[in-house]
């Protein structure tokens, strides 16, 4: 089985040479293990994070072993009662073909980083991956709770045709709000409108965020749903209605900076508005869990909301898959099939 492991730390943005390919001979699971092989592996944002040696909300990752992150995957072998070869399973063994884990012993570990049997119904189970899991969960708790959606407000969004962006804009939209996406590139600009997003923001083809907020919310935003930082920010404070709230969910123009970061230089508005601006990390809202996947197979089966996904085929391709993430080349979630 193959797998990739982190060579060195990225400076900067990632390079293939950070990561390294390697082939491990795979045993037969012993006592109560499982054996999975991989079908769909994601490569997120948030791992460009763990690649720095540095404190964080998640340990970051050793040098020469392999990476991890989500995956899904079917039980081919089993020494535990409760999987059966067949089983559609998630796990956080991503970057390798396939892996033997213990369930249970991972379950008495911590309620993340363990195994659990997928009910797909009927959902391809790379969805897990993306509008049905860790993403769709992110944007669904960053909209109705941190930024405490209410009626008639005005919502911006940012990398808005991405995994989590489009779920919100989408979420957004069922509700029945007026919302503007940002996003780069005609593709990503097609889709949003697709999708139902009133006004999108091609950042590539006019930066000046801004001026063109201005222009399509001329009565200002209520909710900012933040996954970029820097000028995407500070257009937004600039936008704000009095007691706005801004979910800081991500900063992506950020995660490569070597030197100083841009701004906003106007976090000064938050005081004169009122706005509130939370931070929040998805693994803190897992209360909402049963609610999401209600709520999310609701719309999903009603035509309400829909996804778009990005393929990269190989596991010795996953770290192009990734890198790609900081050049916006997927449009929707951005995987890695195995
Ligand atoms: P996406 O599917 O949105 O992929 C990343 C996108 O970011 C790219 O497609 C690109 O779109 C955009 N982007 C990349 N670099 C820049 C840049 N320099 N400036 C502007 N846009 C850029 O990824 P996810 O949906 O998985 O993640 C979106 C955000 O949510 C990230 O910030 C991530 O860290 C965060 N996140 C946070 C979580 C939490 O718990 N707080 C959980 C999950 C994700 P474009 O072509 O439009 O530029």
Request: aromatic share 8%; with cysteine.
């Amino acid at each position: 089985s193959r797998e990739i492991r982190l060579k060195s730390r990225p400076v900067g943005v990632p390079t293939a040479d950070n990561f390294e390919l390697a082939s491990v001979e795979l045993p037969p699971p012993g006592d109560g293990e499982i054996q999975v092989k991989n079908l769909y592996m994601s490569v997120d944002p948030y791992m460009r994070g763990r690649m720095t040696d540095r404190k964080s909300y998640v340990p970051p990752f050793e040098l020469g072993k392999a990476l991890q992150g989500g995956a899904v995957g079917e039980v081919t072998a089993s020494n535990d009662p409760d999987f059966k070869v067949g089983d559609i399973v998630s796990s956080m063994f991503g970057w390798r073909e396939a892996y033997n884990a213990n369930p249970r012993a991972l379950a008495a570990a911590g309620p993340m980083g363990g195994i659990m049997k997928l009910s797909t119904h009927g959902m391809p189970p790379q969805a897990f991956l993306g509008v049905a899991g860790m993403p769709g969960m992110t944007a669904y708790a960053g909209l109705l709770r941190v930024a405490a959606l209410k009626e008639g407000d005005i919502v911006f969004v940012s990398a808005a045709a991405g995994a989590v962006g489009s779920v919100v804009c989408q979420i957004a939209k069922i509700k029945g709000h007026t919302v503007i996406g940002s996003a780069g590139g005609p593709e990503k600009v097609a889709f949003l409108k697709e999708i139902g997003v009133d006004h999108v923001i091609d950042y590539k083809a006019t930066p000046d965020v801004t001026a063109e907020l201005a222009k399509v919310a001329p009565k200002g935003i209520d909710v900012y749903f933040e996954n970029v930082g820097g000028v995407h920010l500070e257009a937004a404070l600039n936008a704000a209605r009095p007691f706005g709230r801004f979910a800081l969910c991500g900063m992506i123009s950020q995660y490569n900076e070597t030197g100083r970061p841009t701004g906003p230089a106007n976090i000064i508005q938050a005081v004169g508005k009122s706005l509130r601006l939370e931070g929040f990390i998805v693994s803190n809202h897992y209360d909402l869990f049963p609610a999401f996947v209600r709520d999310m197979a609701d719309w999903i089966n009603s035509g309400k909301l829909t996804w778009k996904e990005t393929v990269v085929e190989g596991v010795d391709r996953a770290p192009e898959a990734f890198i790609k993430l900081f050049s916006g080349e997927n449009l929707g979630k951005m995987l890695v099939k195995l």
